[in-house]
């Protein structure tokens, strides 16, 4: 029903947000500016229509209630992070916008507010969106720049939102950072006056950072006190800047990197920039990740399938792929139990070794004499479906594509062409080169029976010129790169219904909220090592969900490290995801993948959980070295625990793990231990865990008693 999420009452001009848990209320302001005033839990616009008022303090702090505006539009005394930042036709600057109107409406199914603000002499105009999610307190926001005139009008700097903090004694704001094998490591830093930046300028979404943050009082837990949090849906350079000003006021404002980052406006145009999607929580970090968890679930991602058991020959062949070694590791595959076969680099032109053929996309006549067709009757025949690994943003200089485009690369004509990996970046935004990706994608799966494919991009943006587009909107090439890689695999994902996409950039460099809406799963780490890949995959789940998360089983000790684990360690470890295999099957023994298999049968009976469930991360005895993590069906009536000892110390016994998510009077037996316990007692005096040495795991499931 319109109106009942979205509030506004007209005599004091105020709107509200209202979810389950959670108010978010802002007003229109006597110089007719949108005004924050609260976010938190739920109150009403009376308790709130105090707070619209002008605040001052000198002429040098004018206008201090511009520090809580809920967009900022740079001009005037406005000096915090602006969230719009233009250049009129005839040079000015400056932006003097007010509030022009607004509608509620249904939209995608979402109860939606549309805000209009208009510049007071040049035509342009802002539409603010807001998009409520009520069942998981959150708030979906972007923005449209309409420029209603004749003239080109420079867009400098376009965020998504502003997000204004409430009062809080301290400031913690938590986030990720990284580097290539070691992707999404929590941190959190207390903010004083200033800007903490977080921020990618390397043409993808990035592993040494991930657009999304959160921020509390210093005290919230996983499970309990007040989180606000936000995740932007872009798979270029982003920017979130969070601010402190010298009155204690704190925003957090995100969107498209304004970095070496220009858009010009045409007349008549529109940019829509993308969505910041914002939350709160009053039940901690678990709470918040399980709400946009199922939030991806329900509103983001393409498909509802059950993510299938992969095999992935990277690591057992590496370039040297034929026919014979894949048919030969597509049986060991299919003894294992996996569903998906996937050959990976090194199936298509001169492409031995990462110096050639990148971007000569015919199948290799020597490697398969017969095509990939005898290979997938193959995979087929033996009860699994076929995928195939691809990379087609980039381009080798020793390639047929190069030495017939050399000019469809970036570059600028008089600068050296910076090879990394041995290769070059496709300018995608060029006509020829997004038609040249959708035909030999369109063919390649059009004359395949191909149900999965492995997207990689393994190169940073450098040299960001484009020919033969305009010198006044080069820098538009940031932008319009992630545009066309939206527009190509759209329209693959509805040429193409029955196919699966994942992302995978360098590891985890291209994972965000945008890339999600065409891709089913991601690839977070070209590390494998099990031990490791815990804290990848724990920073993972606080934004990103479990059946989103490509979890391989490979060789031990790795190369990554040279640790050794056990089997049964490793399979512990990928389970916390969507499963797949590594590892190089023709020289296991019939023992392991007899072992490996039970491991396999034993995941297809939980995934459910995993993929579908809610998870809980049991923090309480990190301090011990455990790692425990918990999936619960809707109703908490059907549960499996995950538990990782990194090592024993002093002989001493682990403390009792409690559990969460239960319900307190219901009867729960342990399928792996003796007896009975209510939900009451595994909450609040826990389970035992019988973990010892180093490297230790275990699995338990947890189910209702009839």
Known sequence: MIGVAIQYQEQ????????????????????????????????????????????AHSSFDAEVEGEAEEYSFWGGVSYTEPSLKVR???????????????????????????????????????????????????????????????????????????????????????????KWSGEFQLRNTLLTEGKKVLESRRGFTDSHANPWVAIDDGTATESGGRVWFGALGWSGNWKITAEKTAFNHVKVTGGINDFDSEWVLGGGETFETPVFVGGFSEGGFGEMSRHLHHYQYDYILPSKKTRKVLYNSWEATYFNVNVQDQMALAARAAKLGVELFVVDDGWFGQRTSDRAGLGDWSVNKEKFPQGL??????????????????????????????????????????????????????????????????????DLLRDHPIKFIKWDMNRTVTEPGMKDHPLNRQKEIWIRHVQSLYVIWSELRSRFPQVEFETCAGGGARIDLGIFRYADQAWPSDNTDAFDRLSIQEGFSYTYAPRMMTCWVTESPTGMNKRNVSLKYRFHSAMLGTLGIGSNLNEWSDELIAQSAEYIRQYKQIRHLVQFGSQYRLSALRDKGVTAVQYTDAEGSDNVLFAFLHSQRLGEPLPRLRLQGLQADTLYGIDELPGVWSGRALMNIGIELPLRGDFDSLIYRIREQA
């Not at 200089?397 to 004509?413: A, E, G, I, T």
């Open 88 to 178: 009129m036709p005839d040079g000015v600057r400056d932006l003097s916008v007010r509030y022009a109107g607004h509608r509620i409406f249904e939209q995608d199914g979402k109860e939606t507010l549309v805000i209009t603000l208009k510049d007071e002499v040049y035509p342009l105009e802002a539409h603010l969106y807001y998009q409520v999610i009520p069942e998981y307190d959150l708030v979906e926001r972007f923005v449209k720049i309409v420029n209603t005139g004749e003239s080109e009008i420079v867009l400098e700097s376009t965020q998504s939102a502003a997000w204004t903090l409430p009062y809080l004694p301290d400031y913690r704001l938590t986030y990720v950072t990284g």
């Open 12 to 55: 004091q001009r105020i709107f509200a947000i209202q979810t389950g848990g959670s108010s978010y209320i802002f007003g229109i302001n006597e110089k007719d500016r949108l005004q924050h005033l609260y976010w938190g839990v739920p109150v009403s616009i009376e308790d709130c229509a105090p707070l619209l008022r002008a605040e």
């Open 373 to 442: 067709g005898e290979l997938i009757d193959k995979v087929q025949g033996l009860g699994m479906e076929f995928g195939i690994w691809v990379e087609p943003e980039a381009v080798n200089p020793d390639s047929d594509l190069y030495r017939q485009h050399p000019d469809w690369v970036y570059h600028f004509p008089t600068r050296k062409r910076t090879e990394l990996r041995n290769q070059l970046l496709l300018n995608i935004s060029k006509p020829e080169v997004k038609q040249y990706i959708l035909d030999f994608m369109t």
